[in-house]
Each structure stands twice: as C-alpha cells, then as structure tokens.
C-alpha cells in the first residue's frame, strides 16, 4: 500500500465516523484530537474502519501511531510493525 492509498483509507473511515470534517482542513501532521472533536468511541469507531477496510490489526499498545494522519499513514504503510 502507498502513502497516498493509506491517506484515501484513512480520510474515507473519517469521513463515515465525522461526516462533517473536511479532509481539506486536516493538517496531517498535527493531533487530530486537537483538530477534531472527536471523543473517544469516534476514534475506536476511526480505527476499528481502517482495521476492517486495510485487513491489518491494530492492536491498542499501537493506538498512539494513529494520533496524527502521517502517523496513521506511515503505521499502514510500513512492512514490520512497532
């Protein structure tokens, strides 16, 4: 998986969990708790889509990857996980 197909994944769960955040506003190298008001079953919601639609577990020792979209991207993109 690329970067960019990574990003598409992971803008695509967010949109389904907060349909009213624009993927054009999100920094994607800052806390998208700062960004969005997302409590905490939004973002297990966020994470439980990419786990589904990706095929690769995320166990919750790796939450913290998934802080920012960069570091959600690069967990999805990279051969031997943390």
């Known amino acids: ?3 960019d197909e990574a990003k598409q994944i992971i803008f ?3 949109l389904l969990v ?13 806390d ?3 960004q ?13 889509g990419i786990s589904e ?6 166990p919750q020792r790796d939450a ?3 802080l920012t979209i960069d570091g959600a991207a690069s967990y999805l ?5 943390p």
């Open 1 to 3: 998986m690329t970067t």
């Open 12 to 14: 695509d769960v967010l």
């Open 18 to 30: 907060a349909p009213e955040v624009s993927a054009d506003e999100i920094e994607h190298d800052v």
């Open 32 to 34: 998208l708790s700062e």
């Open 36 to 48: 969005l008001d997302l409590d905490s079953m939004d973002y297990l919601n966020w994470l439980i």
């Open 53 to 58: 639609t990706t095929g690769i577990e995320i």
């Open 64 to 66: 913290s990857c998934f």
């Open 77 to 81: 993109t990279t051969p031997t996980k």
